[in-house]
């Protein structure tokens, strides 16, 4: 299984081995916890408004605290930021963000602790040129950067300062896309050339990263990216995160499928979450992502599968579709139904609006696909497009099945009793890692009736759901694979995050034809939510506007959260448009590779507005800018006015 030597061990949780990377007191890597760290959003030139913003995030568990410097003026300004948080007492580390101007990152090193580079636009320009290459014209190529490069890398030796070298999806430079393309492996040797420069200069205090909007491409970049480094015989450390994940529960979500996929396979040594809110609001996110893995060590093992899965590209599992479950469908979304009596207001949560005076059912774009009622058959007319399950002992005792009802077998009745085939009967079996064997095998040949619910108790749940998975397909069985984890006791937070890595992780990496997310103690609305939330990061199932929205920093050139909030409430009924909001050009032109729409500061109360890549409109006032967003999606087709359910959502 050489194609799963991305991390340490794909079934049980083990953690990847780094060298140690000390970044002033701190130790990154190694056998240290990993760290969690965010980013401010003041002014760098205002020392007391940044110095006072690193304080509130220290306060909150920041352990190391990254500021911006554009240009050499705000990298002077870190020595006097510096400055005053020592004197305050404060020993956790500074970062200086640099992209464009290297000369600011060599005065930025005189200051703190840690100076981080973005390989795709430190030493090159971004105009987003299709150019020609010999291996001549582009190894020439590779010794400018060198040069470039060269004097930070020997600045920050010889001051024992640490570097992260962080590639970022929407900056890769002219000359890499030419060359590799917009993939995660043109992220990949976009960070490989300049760590080579690094370690030919026998510098090693270095981190990596590979962050981009889409947590697939990311998740994917990373997993190159470790098992290239170990092919070169290199040990650094990686700093996770996924970049422009947005605000509010999407945010956590985009970053807990991205973060939390990689970690349960034992890569990442710090972390950053990136929401377009305060950044003190980042840190109870990361620090909820990275403490189930201070004791994941030593669980229950789980036998490895031989399997032909591909981590580096996204393939869906093949299984013959079933009641509209698996094959080319969508994903599905199933839920438990609290106990008591169900009535036609109970839906509601699920997507669901029946109005009575119409006596008509209407669904939201994020209205589920099964509901399980356990012992209870529903007794009302149904929505058309919703099936329900039922425990199979209770739906055999109906004297008349209702439409749409079907049977959920555990696995030892099915093995026993396997029911015959019938017309429009959809049998879903509950399985587990530990009774995948011939004798299921033997109970399932040749049916085409069969939904395989794939459970899991386990402490490594994306583990074993993805080993399960990998099972059913080496035992030759093809029916659609639904995923569910069930939390008896959570809160609503922890639940978005563990949900999105432990079921979204398999549906990145194509093991789901749909996800059952049982937590009967949440609201059902919450659950339904989070499950169309999941899909969507995942890019599995589209039921809403996606919004690539930067965190904020001291490039920003207006209020990104008001903005964003601004944008958001009068487009979040364009179900699948993807728009990009950016507080600057750093990252602006290349995300906007991944959105539809973007909307980029570009100077004080000016905005530049793009269709993808491309600059329709620049300089934009502020005050008119929204408007003007509006016009441009109008103008390309994707405009639809809200209908009364959108405003109510």
């Keep these: 299984m050489k194609h799963l030597s991305f991390c340490p061990d794909p079934f049980n949780y083990k953690r990847r081995k780094t060298r140690e990377v000390r970044v002033g007191t701190l130790g990154i890597g190694g056998d240290n916890p990993i ?25 909150v568990g920041c352990e190391l605290v990254r500021i911006t410097a554009p240009s050499k003026r705000e990298a002077e300004s870190l020595k006097d930021i510096a ?96 060359r590799y393309g917009d993939t995660p492996l043109g992220m990949v040797e976009s960070a490989l050339e300049f760590l080579r420069i690094c370690v030919d200069e026998e510098y090693l205090d270095v981190v990596v990263s590979m962050k981009s909007s889409n947590a697939l491409v990311m998740v994917q970049a990373y997993r190159l990216l470790v098992t290239r480094m170990d092919e070169e015989g290199m040990d650094f450390p990686l700093h996770l995160g996924v970049t422009e994940a947005g605000d509010g529960e999407d945010g956590r979500v985009k970053s807990a499928l991205g973060i939390g996929t990689l970690l349960e396979d034992g890569l990442g040594d710090t972390v950053r979450v990136s929401l377009t809110e305060d950044p003190e609001a980042e840190m109870p996110v990361g620090r909820l992502l990275v403490e189930r893995y201070a004791s994941r060590s030593g669980h229950a093992p789980l036998p490895p599968v031989d399997s032909s899965w591909d981590p580096f590209h996204h393939t869906r599992r093949h299984s013959h579709e079933v009641g509209g479950v698996g094959g080319k469908q969508v994903p599905v979304v199933v839920h438990t139904m609290r106990e008591g009596e169900i009535e036609p207001s109970t839906l509601f949560g699920a997507g669901y609006r029946y109005s009575v005076p119409l006596d ?64 429009g009967v959809i049998h879903w079996v509950r399985i587990t890692r ?123 050139l207006f209020d990104l959260q008001e903005t964003t909030a601004k944008i958001r409430a009068v487009t979040h009924h364009l179900k699948g448009v993807k728009i990009g909001i950016m507080g600057c050009i750093v990252n602006g032109p290349g995300e906007m590779a991944d959105a539809d729409y973007g909307y980029v500061g570009t100077g004080p109360g000016k905005i530049t507005l793009y269709k993808e890549k491309e600059v329709v409109r620049r300089n934009v006032p502020e005050s008119e800018a929204v408007d003007a967003l509006i016009d441009l999606i109008r103008e390309h087709g994707d405009w639809v006015e809200a209908t009364a359910s959108a405003e109510e959502a």
């Design 35 to 59: 760290r969690v760290q965010s980013m401010t959003t003041t002014d760098t030139l205002d020392v007391a408004a940044t110095v006072a913003q690193s304080e509130r995030m220290i306060a």
């Design 83 to 178: 400055e005053s948080l020592r004197a305050k007492g404060h020993l956790t580390p500074l970062v200086a963000d640099i992209h464009f101007t290297p000369n600011a990152a060599e005065i930025a090193a005189e200051f703190v602790e840690k100076v981080r580079v973005n390989p795709g636009n430190y030493a090159d320009k971004k105009r987003f040129e299709n150019l020609e290459y010999t291996d001549e014209t582009y190894a020439a190529e590779l010794e400018r950067i060198r040069e470039k490069f060269t004097p930070l890398v020997r600045k920050c030796k010889a001051l024992g300062r640490a570097m992260r070298i962080g590639t970022n999806h929407g900056s890769l430079s002219d000359r890499i896309m030419s």
């Design 360 to 423: 008509k059912w209407n669904m939201d774009d994020a209205a589920c696909d099964w509901l399980y009622t356990g012992e209870r058959a529903l007794t009302f007319d149904i929505p058309g497009s919703l099936q329900v399950l039922m425990d199979a002992n209770a739906w055999m005792s109906l004297q008349q099945i209702p439409p749409r009802h079907h049977p959920l077998w555990d696995v030892a009745s099915w093995i026993a009793s396997c029911p015959a085939p019938a017309p």
């Design 434 to 556: 530990d009774v995948l064997d011939e004798a299921l095998r033997q109970s399932a040949h040749g049916r085409t009736d069969v939904i395989w619910l794939v459970d899991t108790e386990h402490p490594h749940a994306m583990a074993d759901l993805r080993a399960s998975v990998m099972t059913l397909e080496a035992l030759g069985l093809e029916g659609p694979a639904v995923l569910r984890r069930t939390w008896t006791h959570i809160d609503e937070e922890r639940l978005t995050l563990q949900a999105a890595t432990d079921l979204g992780g398999p549906m990145l990496d194509g093991f789901g034809d749909g996800l059952w997310i049982d937590a009967p103690a949440v609201a059902l609305k919450k659950r339904n939510a989070l499950s169309f939330g999941i899909l969507q990061a995942a890019r599995m199932r589209i039921s809403k506007t996606e919004y690539i929205s930067c965190p904020s920093c001291g490039r920003t």
